[in-house]
C-alpha cells in the first residue's frame, strides 16, 4: 500500500511573481501616458496664439454721423447732405400733388439727421374725408407717374389721418382736428422748413 502524500512543497520557480503581470484595474506603466510622462516623454503644447490673425484683421471703420454738435452750444446742427436732393425733390413734388386737391397748411419738415426713418415730412391739412382721402390718393399717383412708388399707405379709409411712406419722405394728411391733436407742427417746431411755391393761403396751425 501506498502512503497518501501531503500537499506539495512550493519551491522558488513555482511561486508567482508579483511583476509578470499586471493586477486587474492597473495598466502597464510604461505604455499609459502617465507612465510616459513620467519617464520623461513629453507630449508637444499646441502653439501659442501669437495675435497675427487679429493684426491681419481690418480696422472698424467709424460711421460718419448724420448731424454734428455746435462747439459752442453743444447741441445738434443739420449737416448738409447732397444724398437728401432726391428726397427733398420727392417732397415737393408731393407738396404740388397736395395743392392740386385744395390741401392747405402745408409743410415740409427737413429732419435730416434728427430722426433715421426719413429726411423729410410732409403735412398737409384736408377739409373732410373725402378731401383727404383724395388728397392721399393725388399724392400717390402723382409721385407713382414720376417713378416713386410708396412703401405703404396707413388710415385708409377712416382718414382721419392718412400716412403715405416713400421711405425717406413720409407724407401726412390730416383733418383739421388731427393735425391740432397729434400736433406734430409743434413736435418739430425747431426743424427747418422747406418753403413751398404756391402755398401762400397756406396757414400755421394754432
Do not use: C
Not at 397748411?105 to 415730412?121: M, N, P, S
Not at 391740432?180 to 404756391?198: C, E, H, K, S
Amino acid at each position: 500500500m501506498r502512503l497518501a502524500r501531503g500537499p506539495k512543497k512550493r519551491t522558488d520557480d513555482d511561486s508567482p511573481r508579483r511583476f509578470d503581470k499586471p493586477r486587474p484595474g492597473k495598466t502597464d506603466p510604461k505604455k499609459s501616458p502617465i507612465g510616459k510622462a513620467r519617464t520623461g516623454t513629453r507630449q508637444s503644447k499646441p502653439a501659442r496664439h501669437t495675435g497675427t490673425l487679429r493684426g491681419n484683421w481690418p480696422k472698424p471703420q467709424r460711421a460718419e454721423p448724420r448731424s454734428e454738435r455746435s462747439r459752442t452750444t453743444g447741441r445738434a446742427v443739420a449737416r448738409p447732405s447732397s444724398g437728401n436732393d432726391a428726397s427733398r425733390k420727392t417732397a415737393l413734388l408731393a407738396a404740388q400733388a397736395g395743392l392740386e386737391k385744395k390741401a392747405t397748411q402745408i409743410e415740409i419738415i427737413d429732419v435730416t439727421g434728427k430722426v433715421d426713418y426719413a429726411d423729410f415730412l410732409v403735412l398737409m391739412t384736408g377739409q373732410s374725408d373725402r378731401n383727404v382721402a383724395a388728397i392721399a390718393d393725388e399724392v400717390e399717383s402723382f409721385l407713382a407717374k414720376n417713378g416713386m412708388r410708396a412703401m405703404a399707405v396707413e388710415g385708409l379709409p377712416e382718414a382721419n389721418w392718412v400716412l403715405i411712406d416713400f421711405v425717406d419722405v413720409v407724407v401726412h394728411v390730416f383733418q383739421q382736428d388731427s393735425r391740432l391733436l397729434y400736433d406734430l407742427d409743434g413736435l418739430w417746431m425747431d426743424a427747418r422748413r422747406v418753403p413751398v411755391q404756391g402755398a401762400a393761403q397756406n396757414a400755421s396751425v394754432s
